[in-house]
């Protein structure tokens, strides 16, 4: 069983910066997707960005290419998501999901490991 958690959330202004981390434990395969998802208020969970925690290519939505970053340090078994130039349409909660199926599932459904999420505000 895998267990993520996620941290770096906050409250930050337009054009801020904000890195979220998720702390994986448990048995993770270095083959499994890592994904980071959003949640805006009353709205629908969507997809922000996915890599494999080995390494290799990564997926971005377009509303946040060239703004976020996903990472990983397979020696800390955690993923981070740095997000720059944030706008006020990126609040949301924010959650980390593991997951062995592709990294371009979008759906988030073949994700089967998911952290409890956390809140990102901006601020205009």
């Known amino acids: 069983q895998v267990q993520l958690v996620e941290s770096g959330g906050g409250l930050v202004q337009a054009g801020g910066s904000l890195r979220l981390s998720c702390a994986a434990s448990?048995?993770?395969?270095?083959?499994?997707?890592m994904g980071w998802f959003r949640q805006p208020p009353g709205k629908e969970r969507e997809f922000v960005a996915a890599c494999r925690w080995s390494g290799g290519s990564t997926v971005y939505a377009d509303s946040v290419k060239g703004r976020f970053t996903i990472s990983r340090d397979n020696a800390k078994n955690t993923a981070y998501l740095q997000m720059n130039s944030l706008k006020p349409e990126d609040t949301a909660v924010y959650y980390c999901?593991?997951?062995?199926?592709?990294?371009?599932?979008?759906?988030?459904?073949?994700?089967?490991?998911w952290g409890q999420g956390t809140q990102v505000t901006v601020s205009s």
């Open positions: 448990g048995r993770t395969v270095s083959s499994d997707a």
């Open positions: 999901a593991s997951g062995s199926g592709s990294i371009y599932d979008r759906s988030g459904k073949s994700y089967n490991h």
